[in-house]
């Protein structure tokens, strides 16, 4: 496709579930960014990889967090045993390469009830 | 201390004037970059314009330009001709070269076109 493309676009699930938010970035790019944006605030950093290669991942806010983009194009955000202040949206993005400007997905809006 | 400021977190502006959003910033590293972010009510963040730090000319594209300012480390985003479709959220955000490749993002600038 013509942009970054996320999925699910709304995720609604209960506190404890595992969730996975996956990322399709744009074709050729080589590196890809996870962000996670409040309401209201700006995106924070999470974590970024060039190709599959996870090159910094001190956004992550603990260890129920993972990300993985095993073949250098689509990654996974993994959030394990969710609680209520993981709800947010978590975006994508990806660049040409690192130091190219960063296009962002439409995001993954996540509810933890 | 904050590494992107938008001070204005919200401003009202005639339709067809120009518009001045700020930002300054804080870094020591010598090498960086400064984006400017639209984010419409729908929710996309739509990439608008990238200035470098060892840019001699200050970057612009169409009826956006960026007033970089580095003595005083301040990227402002400027609009010219403003239109109704220009309302939305602006974030300025940076990249420090040294370290790794995140964007650091200020708290945004709510733009409000008035017809």
Partial sequence: GAGVSQSPRYKVTKRGQDVALRCDPIS????LYWYRQALGQGPEFLTYFNYEAQQ???GLPNDRFSAERPEGSISTLTIQRTEQR????YRCASSLRAAEP???GD???LSIL | AQKITQTQPGMFVQEKE??????TYDTSDPSYGLFWYKQPSSGEMIFLIYQGSYDQQNATEGRYSLNF????????LVISASQLGDSAM???AMREDFGNEKLTFGTGTRLTIIP
Avoid at chain 1, 28 to 31: D, L
Avoid at chain 1, 86 to 89: E, K
């Fill in chain 1, 28 to 31: 050729g790019h080589v590196s």
């Fill in chain 1, 56 to 58: 910094d991942k001190s």
């Fill in chain 2, 90 to 92: 602006y974030f300025c």
């Fill in chain 2, 18 to 23: 120009a518009v001045t959003l700020d930002c």
């Fill in chain 1, 86 to 89: 993981d709800s947010a949206m």
């Fill in chain 2, 69 to 76: 300012q580095k003595a005083r480390k301040s990227a402002n």
């Fill in chain 1, 107 to 109: 995001g993954t809006r």
């Fill in chain 1, 102 to 104: 960063q296009h962002f």
